[in-house]
């Protein structure tokens, strides 16, 4: 068995990569299927970015911090509980303003459409989720050219590309370059410090905006060690989501310039973005955005102590995915994959059902890791191995 940790670089067997990244766009129905499965306060789940409420944990939490003696709802996007999230989120991204809005989607389209006022060309990458997963809103609703990069998005790679945009026969600007790290269709990789901070450079001798989609930034952070607000200083402007590792039901915070972002709260409206009540999940977010950390960093060292305790089980072999931040793969031998998933379930650990095309089991490390100590984990792990 093959010993890793979370952060420790390995590559793929050649072949493989291109093959599991061209399967990426199943991983949301497998989380979908195992998301399926039971869900208990005790459940340790291997799928997803954050706890997985049931909608009666999420109404318990929900009317807990509701009863807060100073709680105050929010009304069409402002005051309340909406005003102290916006408020910490700043903080905690080191930018000047924070602004709620409904969905990442929005967040992100919103954020390229304020850059675009220099240009309407908007450089990314080409397996990011504004490119993949919007529906073309940045160029239908607000009629941007969204320019992506195959490949490795290095500053090398940006670089040829706005030279080529200020080379052809009509000089036509870019106005934003948008970095998705981590990067979901990418197996949550990411960006390191040192890159983004060629990337910003880059940017900034060429008067070009830069945008992080960083929906799972606090997570990257967390699993690499380093404050949020340190990678997200290198962009001008940031989204988070506040469902994915802070278990809201919906949500995103924008976080940026306070003059960029000016009269957000009218652009949002116009996009129908301002709901009479947001606090349903702005409560939820603001309670569990300040202990994300700490608790990511608990299930990684129970993960970590529980592929030490595995490193003599020759029949399972833990690898961790190139630049990934919070996601592994699990190679099992002498049991059926699926079968393997099945008996882990029964002792209320679970895992996606195996996908055509991966290489093997896919594990993603959230704060449920912790429910159970190492030593139950790995008993787990070698009694599903026997039956």
Same mark, same amino acid.
């Given at each position: 068995?093959?010993?890793?940790?979370?952060?420790?670089?390995?590559?793929?067997?050649?072949?493989?990569?291109?093959?599991?990244?061209?399967?990426?766009?199943?991983?949301?129905?497998?989380?979908?299927?195992?998301?399926?499965?039971?869900?208990?306060?005790?459940?340790?789940?291997f799928t997803g970015?954050?706890?997985?409420?049931?909608?009666?944990?999420?109404?318990?939490?929900?009317?807990?911090?509701?009863?807060?003696?100073?709680?105050?709802?929010?009304?069409?996007?402002?005051?309340?509980?909406?005003?102290?999230?916006?408020?910490?989120?700043?903080?905690?991204?080191?930018?000047?303003?924070?602004?709620?809005?409904?969905t990442g989607t929005?967040?992100?389209?919103?954020?390229?459409?304020?850059?675009?006022?220099?240009?309407?060309?908007?450089?990314?990458?080409?397996?990011?989720?504004?490119?993949?997963?919007?529906?073309?809103?940045?160029?239908?609703?607000?009629?941007?050219?969204?320019?992506?990069v195959e490949g490795?998005?290095?500053?090398?790679?940006?670089?040829?590309?706005?030279?080529?945009?200020?080379?052809?026969?009509?000089?036509?600007?870019?106005?934003?370059?948008?970095?998705?790290?981590?990067?979901?269709?990418?197996?949550?990789?990411?960006?390191?410090?040192?890159?983004?901070?060629?990337?910003?450079?880059?940017?900034?001798?060429?008067?070009?905006?830069?945008?992080?989609?960083?929906?799972?930034?606090?997570?990257?952070?967390?699993?690499?060690?380093?404050?949020?607000?340190?990678?997200? =200083?290198? *962009? /001008?402007?940031?989204?988070?989501? @506040?469902?994915?590792?802070?278990?809201?039901?919906?949500? !995103? %915070?924008?976080? +940026?310039?306070?003059?960029?972002?000016?009269?957000?709260?009218?652009?949002?409206?116009?996009?129908?973005?301002?709901?009479?009540?947001?606090?349903?999940?702005?409560?939820?977010?603001?309670?569990?955005?300040?202990?994300?950390?700490?608790?990511?960093?608990?299930?990684? =060292?129970? *993960? /970590?102590?529980?592929?030490?305790? @595995?490193?003599?089980?020759?029949?399972?072999?833990?690898? !961790? %995915?190139?630049? +990934?931040?919070?996601?592994?793969?699990?190679?099992?031998?002498?049991?059926?994959?699926?079968?393997?998933?099945?008996?882990?379930?029964?002792?209320?650990?679970?895992?996606?059902?195996?996908?055509?095309?991966?290489?093997?089991?896919?594990?993603?490390?959230?704060?449920?890791?912790?429910?159970?100590?190492?030593?139950?984990?790995?008993?787990?792990?070698?009694?599903?191995?026997?039956?």
């Amino acid at each position: 068995m093959t010993k890793i940790g979370l952060d420790r670089r390995r590559f793929l067997i050649a072949g493989g990569a291109t093959a599991v990244l061209g399967a990426v766009s199943s991983w949301g129905a497998g989380r979908a299927v195992a998301a399926g499965a039971s869900n208990t306060s005790s459940s340790v789940r291997f799928t997803g970015d954050g706890l997985s409420l049931s909608a009666a944990e999420y109404a318990e939490v929900l009317s807990s911090v509701a009863g807060d003696a100073d709680f105050e709802p929010d009304l069409y996007g402002d005051g309340g509980v909406l005003a102290k999230l916006e408020t910490r989120f700043a903080d905690l991204l080191g930018k000047e303003t924070a602004v709620f809005l409904p969905t990442g989607t929005l967040a992100n389209h919103i954020a390229l459409r304020r850059h675009a006022r220099k240009g309407r060309r908007i450089v990314l990458q080409a397996k990011s989720h504004v490119y993949n997963d919007s529906g073309d809103c940045a160029q239908n609703l607000s009629g941007l050219n969204l320019v992506p990069v195959e490949g490795d998005f290095t500053a090398a790679a940006i670089e040829r590309v706005l030279d080529a945009s200020r080379r052809g026969r009509v000089n036509t600007p870019v106005g934003a370059i948008s970095l998705e790290s981590p990067l979901r269709r990418g197996f949550n990789t990411g960006h390191e410090l040192a890159e983004v901070r060629e990337i910003r450079d880059l940017a900034r001798s060429r008067d070009v905006g830069l945008h992080l989609d960083g929906a799972r930034l606090f997570m990257q952070a967390a699993h690499h060690g380093f404050p949020p607000h340190d990678f997200a =200083a290198a *962009f /001008d402007t940031v989204y988070v989501s @506040l469902y994915k590792n802070f278990n809201a039901a919906g949500g !995103a %915070i924008l976080a +940026g310039p306070a003059d960029l972002l000016a009269g957000l709260s009218d652009e949002r409206r116009m996009f129908g973005g301002s709901p009479c009540r947001s606090w349903p999940l702005a409560a939820v977010a603001l309670k569990y955005a300040e202990g994300f950390i700490d608790a990511y960093r608990r299930a990684k =060292a129970v *993960f /970590d102590r529980m592929t030490d305790l @595995l490193a003599g089980e020759d029949r399972l072999d833990f690898e !961790a %995915i190139p630049n +990934g931040c919070n996601t592994a793969w699990l190679h099992v031998d002498g049991v059926d994959p699926a079968q393997f998933v099945r008996r882990l379930a029964a002792r209320d650990i679970h895992l996606m059902p195996p996908r055509e095309h991966w290489p093997g089991l896919m594990l993603i490390l959230n704060p449920t890791v912790a429910r159970m100590s190492a030593e139950d984990l790995a008993a787990g792990f070698r009694g599903a191995l026997r039956g």
